[in-house]
């Protein structure tokens, strides 16, 4: 039985990690998860001026109960980076567990600073050393700098078989998907195709995995089901988060959630877009969760819960039968549009918050930028069928301070905001940051730096003033407004929304 050690970081769900961790005590293998620092949302008096992750604001959300006030909130290594002791904290604990493997889960967007972390993994010298996801299968040079291995695609197969290894004594360079270097040369195995069969996403033996926090300079025993209760942000607090399949049929110029496909697809590897799960499973999956943690919410982490329609059906009576725990899920439009009776089932089975994905409000730039089709009929449609359900709370989701968004495409979106019906529903504006391995970095890299002028944070501030004012208000306000600084745009939004209520009718 192999020991083995895996690390997350800033991971509120961890479902690379639990994947792994099932698939490997599945196979009988010891593993323990170390979460290396926990998600942290902050509130910023302004944005910041390069940042690492995501900065974004709701428009319903508020610090106060007794009036509305503006919030930016900033997350993770933007506002809680790891410090000195705590990088120490992570060899002490890799080195009480003595692990013969120790794996890593990376996202691109740390690149510039994961080289601490990376070190600090080899205090167990003889453990065999790997890196995984986005980040390290997109530029596994970097990772092998520091480690042993990169996996490159999905790992379940990888690790087991790197860990049947150590048991076996036999050469852990035969794995499949497995880079590594050998004098000097990178060295790529074969790129295998996952089991489409196998269902990892949770194992009845999860009790056995050890989950370990390092946060706020300790170390603490964590709850399997991942209550998140250390976090003090109640966004985190009572949620259980899942996935009803793999992959995406989305190929967004901003995101990595299609990307793995496109490697294998580079590697003449035939693997569907998306792959859902065996319903038993997950409604096994629930039933143990709900019954363990007391969790108000499930939170479906598909970037679009689709699936083939009998799927969705069959799905939404069990889990209306069997859990009936209210949950968020991302629908896909045309699917709804095609078969609105998969949105009422939804609703019934306890559906309670949605989102519109929008990013722009200009279908060009939504076609040629983000790799998105959908017209605008289509999103107003579709929106104004979502709030027809009175359960269901909607946020509409547009990415901000976008330097290839020319004036045009900025009155095509600010048009589109003044459509969308309002009733439970609120506007999300993320600030856009691609991060690398993605289409939108390299084609920003070509372009000037993101543009952080005055005019990027005045249409932030417009989009927002937009949704909650008539028409006639928007353009005596956008009049009054021009060269308004940061704080004066603020003071003047909360007052305009302390007067627009966000769950009325505009």
């Given at each position: 039985m192999a020991k083995v050690a895996l690390i997350c970081l800033y991971d509120n769900a961890a479902l690379g990690i639990r994947n792994l961790s099932n698939a490997l005590i599945?196979?009988?293998?010891?593993?323990?998860?170390?979460?290396?620092?926990?998600?942290?949302?902050?509130?910023?008096?302004?944005?910041?001026?390069?940042?690492?992750?995501?900065?974004?604001?709701?428009?319903?959300?508020?610090?106060?109960?007794?009036?509305?006030?503006?919030?930016?909130?900033g997350y993770n290594i933007d506002v809680n980076m790891w410090t000195h002791?705590?990088?120490?904290?992570?060899?002490?604990?890799?080195?009480?567990?003595?692990?013969?493997?120790?794996?890593?889960?990376t996202r691109s967007v740390y690149g510039d600073y994961i080289d601490t972390i990376l070190k600090q993994i080899k205090v167990v010298g003889k453990a065999l050393t790997i890196a995984g996801g986005f980040g390290a299968s997109f530029d596994p040079d970097y990772y092998l700098r520091y480690l042993d291995y990169v996996c490159i695609?999905?790992?379940?197969?990888?690790?087991?078989?790197?860990?049947?290894?150590?048991?076996?004594?036999?050469?852990?360079?035969?794995?499949?998907?497995?880079?590594?270097?050998?004098?000097g040369k990178l060295i790529y195995n074969k790129l295998s195709k996952p089991d489409e069969s196998l269902d990892y996403f949770f194992s009845p033996k999860f009790d056995s995995v050890e989950h370990i926090g390092i946060e706020h300079n300790t170390t603490f025993q964590m709850d399997p089901l991942l209550t998140m209760a250390i976090v003090k942000v109640p966004f985190y607090q009572n949620l259980y988060y899942t996935?009803?399949?793999?992959?995406?049929?989305?190929?967004?110029?901003?995101?990595?959630?299609?990307?793995?496909?496109?490697?294998?697809?580079?590697?003449?590897i035939i693997l569907s877009k998306r792959r859902v799960r065996p319903i038993p499973s997950i409604i096994q999956e629930l039933k143990i969760a709900t019954a363990r943690g007391n969790f108000?919410?499930?939170?479906?982490?598909?970037?679009?819960?689709?699936?083939?329609?009998?799927?969705?059906?069959?799905?939404?009576?069990?889990?209306?039968?069997?859990?009936?725990?209210?949950?968020?899920?991302?629908?896909?439009?045309?699917?709804?549009?095609?078969?609105?009776?998969?949105?009422?089932?939804?609703?019934?089975a306890g559906l309670s918050h949605t989102v519109v994905g929008i990013q722009s409000g200009s279908e060009s730039v939504r076609k040629a930028i983000f790799n998105r089709n959908e017209p605008n009929?289509?999103?107003?449609?579709?929106?104004?069928?979502?709030?027809?359900?009175?359960?269901?709370?909607?946020?509409?989701?547009?990415?901000?301070?976008?330097?290839?968004?020319?004036?045009?495409?900025?009155?095509?979106?600010?048009s589109l905001i003044a459509m969308l019906p309002k009733k439970n529903a609120q506007?999300?504006?993320?600030?856009?940051?691609?991060?690398?391995?993605?289409?939108?970095?390299?084609?920003?890299?070509?372009?000037?730096?993101?543009?952080?002028?005055?005019?990027?944070?005045?249409r932030f501030w417009l989009s927002l003033f937009r949704y909650f004012l008539d028409d006639k208000g928007f353009e005596?306000?956008?009049?009054?407004?021009?060269?308004?600084?940061?704080?004066?745009?603020?003071?003047?939004?909360?007052?305009?929304?302390?007067?627009?209520?966000?769950?009325?009718?505009?």
């Open positions: 599945e196979n009988g293998h010891s593993v323990s998860v170390i979460h290396f620092k926990l998600p942290i949302q902050k509130k910023l008096d302004d944005f910041l001026r390069y940042p690492m992750l995501y900065e974004n604001v709701h428009s319903n959300q508020s610090d106060r109960l007794d009036r509305y006030e503006f919030v930016l909130s002791n705590e990088i120490h904290l992570l060899g002490d604990v890799l080195t009480r567990l003595m692990p013969d493997i120790v794996g890593i889960s695609g999905e790992g379940e197969s990888t690790i087991v078989q790197l860990a049947d290894s150590v048991d076996n004594g036999t050469d852990p360079r035969l794995s499949d998907n497995l880079v590594y270097k050998d004098n996935m009803i399949g793999k992959g995406c049929i989305g190929n967004c110029s901003f995101c990595a959630a299609g990307k793995f496909h496109n490697l294998y697809r580079m590697n003449n108000k919410k499930i939170f479906f982490m598909d970037s679009f819960f689709v699936g083939p329609k009998k799927y969705l059906i069959d799905f939404f009576n069990a889990y209306e039968r069997e859990i009936h725990v209210p949950f968020f899920a991302q629908l896909h439009p045309r699917q709804v549009m095609s078969n609105p009776e998969i949105l009422s089932l939804a609703c019934r009929s289509v999103i107003l449609e579709f929106s104004k069928l979502l709030s027809s359900f009175p359960s269901l709370s909607i946020d509409y989701h547009l990415l901000t301070h976008n330097p290839l968004e020319d004036d045009t495409a900025f009155e095509e979106t600010l506007l999300v504006l993320n600030r856009l940051r691609p991060f690398p391995g993605t289409e939108m970095y390299e084609l920003l890299k070509s372009a000037a730096r993101p543009n952080i002028s005055v005019n990027q944070h005045q005596t306000l956008r009049k009054r407004c021009v060269g308004f600084n940061f704080g004066q745009m603020k003071e003047l939004f909360e007052y305009i929304r302390n007067r627009n209520r966000p769950d009325k009718e505009s």
